[in-house]
């Protein structure tokens, strides 16, 4: 796993983790589709943006969705 550094997410990245953040806190899905439409991004981009967190360890796939994985900053939501 790369260096956790909040400070090397992209506008993007924030704005996603953030819709992933606000669906499970809401208890709802945070799969691809729900992501995408929370941001009003296309699915690829969010793909991307996923595939990044992921790879950071902001967000962990599960099945056909994703949960928080470890952060150390805040989010509004």
Do not use: C, K, N, W
Not at 32 to 52: F, I, K, M, N
């Amino acid at each position: 796993m790369s260096d956790h550094d909040v400070q090397a997410l992209s506008g993007i990245d924030i704005h996603v983790y953030e819709a992933v953040a606000a669906l499970v806190v809401e208890g709802r899905s945070a799969s691809l589709a729900d992501v995408a439409h929370a941001t009003g991004r296309p699915e690829v981009e969010v793909r991307q943006s996923l595939a990044h967190l992921v790879a950071q360890g902001y967000v962990l796939p599960s099945g056909e969705e994703y949960a928080l994985g470890r952060h150390d900053f805040e989010v509004d939501y």
